[in-house]
T-cell receptor, first 109, second 115 residues
Framework: GENVEQHPSTLSVQEGDSAVIKCTYS??????FPWYKQELGKRPQLIID?????GEKKDQRIAVTLNKTAKHFSLHITETQPEDSAVYFC????????FGQGTILTVHP | DAGVTQSPTHLIKTRGQQVTLRCSPK?????VSWYQQALGQGPQFIFQ???????QRGNFPDRFSGHQFPNYSSELNVNALLLGDSALYLC??????????????FGPGTRLTVT
């Protein structure tokens, strides 16, 4: 089955810096790669996603890149703000979501 | 536009008991997937329902079963509860099943504690 590895497990940045989270997947059949933000005690919230026929997608301060050949994808957050602090999960999907282990992002004011 | 709803919010059960969790999908969605999220981990796929049938299943024992109703709402049943079943149970809805499943929106979850 699919296996998703996510790094780093924790990431600490200063407000205004950029943050990058990387994921690799194993199943070449996966065709959809979403990113979720989960605040403590709350539901995972879809923040951006990319399909396998696209290499890059941007939404304001958030961007995702996908390298199908290398089977890896990354989340980029620019101009980080304290409210970006949360756990971020990547996932790979061919119908069912397989999640990475999560990255705890802390943005210091 | 109503989002995904789940009930109950919290539940405490004893080992060996049975539990039923409920989910109503987002308006316009017909596919429901269930996930288990243990503390400090990412959600794990349990199964997906579409047209009242189980379409995909993850690596969970038969103690975990489900149902989908004609109005697209769904139930997750867990029999013979174990301490290890303590987790946040998340329901996600989408507009199509299987490989065509793209955006999945999660409900607030049900926190199950087994003592």
């Amino acid at each position: 089955g699919e296996n998703v590895e996510q790094h780093p497990s924790t990431l600490s940045v200063q407000e205004g810096d950029s943050a990058v989270i990387k994921c690799t997947y194993s199943d070449s059949a996966s065709n959809y790669f979403p990113w979720y933000k989960q605040e403590l005690g709350k539901r995972p919230q879809l923040i951006i996603d990319i399909r396998s026929n696209v290499g890059e997608k941007k939404d304001q301060r958030i961007a995702v890149t996908l390298n199908k050949t290398a089977k890896h994808f990354s989340l980029h957050i620019t101009e980080t703000q304290p409210e970006d602090s949360a756990v971020y999960f990547c996932a790979a999907s061919y119908g069912k979501l397989t999640f990475g282990q999560g990255t705890i992002l802390t943005v210091h004011p | 536009d109503a989002g995904v709803t789940q009930s109950p919010t919290h539940l405490i059960k004893t080992r060996g008991q049975q539990v039923t969790l409920r989910c109503s999908p987002k308006s316009g969605h017909d596919t429901v997937s269930w996930y288990q999220q243990a503390l400090g981990q990412g959600p794990q796929f349990i199964f997906q329902y579409y047209e009242e049938e189980e379409r995909q299943r993850g690596n969970f024992p038969d103690r975990f079963s489900g149902h989908q109703f004609p109005n697209y709402s769904s139930e997750l049943n867990v029999n013979a509860l174990l301490l290890g079943d303590s987790a946040l149970y998340l329901c996600a809805s989408s507009s199509s099943p299987g490989p065509a499943t793209y955006e999945q929106y999660f409900g607030p979850g049900t926190r199950l504690t087994v003592t």
